[in-house]
């Protein structure tokens, strides 16, 4: 009988970056806290955004990030 581990669906939960609510710090501390470095910047000019090849679903940076720009998707 397959067994359905619920708690892995809860922490492999991926966030993403709402472009609109990210400041763009000059140093983005979700990015800092990520120990995957899961969460990258291509342009320093440009929002940061998450792989979420690397991304293991820890959530700090969610609630690292000052402007609350991290969130879980909805669905
Ligand atoms: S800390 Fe938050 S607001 Fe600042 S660049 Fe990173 S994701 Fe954007
Ligand atoms: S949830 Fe954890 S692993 Fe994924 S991007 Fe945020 S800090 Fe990195």
Redesign the pocket.
Known sequence: MPIIDSTKTQVTAIPH?VDEL????RK????TVCKSKAIIQLDSDE??FIDASRCYGCHLCITT???E??VLDRH
Do not use: E, G, K, N
């Open positions: 970056v990210c400041h763009v710090c983005c501390l979700a990015r929002p940061p990030c000052p402007h720009a991290i």
